[in-house]
């Protein structure tokens, strides 16, 4: 007997049929291709671990990735930049200055440099210019030490992971929790990459197709801000794709060649059709999705998830966090940047928008604000 399905819930799930055609709705299956393409909780909003338990743990790393699957986060996203050697690393830039200890490390004194890196000069320490190994010989820390002074506690402790590592977690934890963790990795700076060299996205294709990830099934997704990265993925790969979009400005392939959309097109509903031709899933800066009021409050939500799944695409906007400084000023509690505010009543909102998955640096909070949501 079926279960009986009503409310919220029931509103997703409606959702989902309409945005996998053939997905499973109530139990039932009407089609081979939408129960292919479903991810993990597809009946539900998706909880993307934003690299791992970023409010939490520092980021990018073993223990930030498995406390977000403690804490119920369907994926884990690392981030990905390449060695000196050719090695996918999982770090969130490749000047690694404020992510790792190599500033205590003598041995490494001369290779800090500036570079320019989609545009702007960066001073620091570059992964391109590390093999693995020496990049094993550091410890992430806290990048923001500032507002997350409990995380600076875990500084030393973990190793920078790569990418066949983080697959590795990813089935580990599958199995230690009885059910299926996803990951998402990024591409990072690809045009950047591919200038001098290092293309990520070779070596993305290889670790996706050798671990057996390379399916419709959503056990993988892979994303860039730069479309030309994600269509290379999707000329080669099966996974879905999330098209990460800013609030403004231009991809830095638009940039770089001085043709392609920026961000603003890319969100009308052309640009969301044109999407829809190499990814299934966008990723927008969440005030793309409810805009915030000219004094910092929270807004009404845009046509954005209206106009996306129109286009048969599913949003997953980001980056959730539990900060004041992270929040609405209506959302706020106190002064007190670092202090948590109502970040619950930010979930609910969004949820209620119709979004069909998120970025969460907490992802705990993230997943109770789901189940507040889908229960209400």
């Given at each position: ?36 393409e479903a991810a993990p909780h597809a009946k539900e ?161 290889k670790a996706l197709k050798d671990n057996g990830l ?72 969440k005030s793309l999705v409810i805009s915030l009021k ?83």
């Amino acid at each position: 007997m079926l279960a009986r399905v009503t409310g919220k819930r029931a509103a997703l799930l409606a959702a989902v049929a309409v945005l996998l055609p053939g997905a499973m709705v109530g139990g039932v299956v009407g089609g081979a291709m939408g129960a292919a393409e479903a991810a993990p909780h597809a009946k539900e909003p998706t909880i993307f671990g934003h690299r791992g338990a970023a409010g939490y743990r520092p980021e990018h790393t073993v223990g930030s990735y498995e406390l977000a699957v403690q804490m119920g986060a369907d994926y884990i996203e690392p981030d990905l930049v390449p060695t000196k050697d050719g090695v996918l690393i999982a770090r969130h830039e490749n000047e690694i200055g404020g992510t790792t200890d190599v500033k205590d490390h003598p041995e490494f004194a001369s290779r800090r440099t500036t570079k320019t890196i989609d545009g702007t000069k960066v001073t620091g320490w570059f992964t391109e210019d590390f093999t693995l190994a020496e990049v094993k010989t550091l410890r992430a820390v806290e990048r923001l030490p500032s507002v997350r002074q409990r995380n600076t506690l875990y500084n030393g402790r973990y190793q920078v992971p790569t990418l066949q590592e983080v697959i590795d977690l990813a089935e580990g934890l599958s199995a230690k929790y009885h059910r299926r963790i996803g990951v998402i990795p990024e591409t990072k700076h690809p045009t950047y990459f591919r200038s001098i060299g290092l293309p990520l996205e070779g070596g993305l294709v290889k670790a996706l197709k050798d671990n057996g990830l390379d399916k419709r099934d959503g056990r993988a997704i892979v994303q860039s801000f730069e479309p030309s990265s994600l269509r290379i993925l999707h000329r080669s790969l099966r996974v879905p794709g999330l098209q990460d979009l800013s609030a403004g400005g231009a991809p830095y392939d638009t940039i770089a060649t001085g043709t392609g959309p920026t961000f603003a097109e890319m969100i009308t509903p052309a640009g969301l059709r044109e999407i829809r031709t190499y990814a299934q899933w966008i990723g927008p800066d969440k005030s793309l999705v409810i805009s915030l009021k000219a004094d910092g409050t929270l807004g009404a939500p845009t046509s954005l998830v209206k106009d996306a799944h129109a286009a048969t695409l599913k949003v997953g906007p980001y980056t959730f966090r539990n900060e004041n400084q992270f929040l609405p000023a209506d959302l706020r509690v106190g002064t007190v940047p670092s202090d948590y505010g109502q970040a619950l009543k930010e979930y609910d909102a969004f949820f209620e928008a119709g979004i069909d998955g998120l970025f969460s640096d907490n992802p705990d909070t993230a997943v109770a604000a789901r189940g507040d949501f889908l229960d209400g």
